[in-house]
């Protein structure tokens, strides 16, 4: 997870160097790729598990409720597990 407390994240990533910027993208889009994975495969994940997903606190996945939408899916609060908290993931159709 990022330290970097960024107003703009634009102006930072301008200033990078391009093989970064490429290295930062290749992340993302394999993050997408594992979450879309998650999603098509009905795993069902942790609070933890999808902020690292998210790259923000668990405490921020746990405090948006049980149903909304991150990027490209909607995420559903399923059940407890102890006391773990399940996620399921499903593709938005665009």
């Known amino acids: 997870m990022s330290d970097l407390s960024i107003s703009n994240p634009n102006e930072i990533s301008e200033t990078l ?3 970064i910027r490429v290295a930062q ?4 889009i394999e993050t997408l790729r594992i979450t879309d994975e998650v999603a ?3 795993y ?3 609070s933890s598990e999808l902020a690292q997903l998210m790259d923000v606190n668990a405490s921020a996945v746990t405090s948006r409720g049980d149903h909304w939408v991150w990027r490209n899916w909607i ?7 102890g006391n773990q ?3 399921q ?4 159709e665009s």
């Open 17 to 19: 160097p391009p093989e």
């Open 40 to 42: 098509s495969k009905g």
């Open 85 to 87: 908290i399940l996620w």
């Open 25 to 28: 993208l290749s992340h993302l």
């Open 44 to 46: 069902l994940i942790t």
């Open 89 to 92: 993931l499903e593709r938005v």
């Open 75 to 81: 995420v559903s609060r399923v059940r407890r597990e």
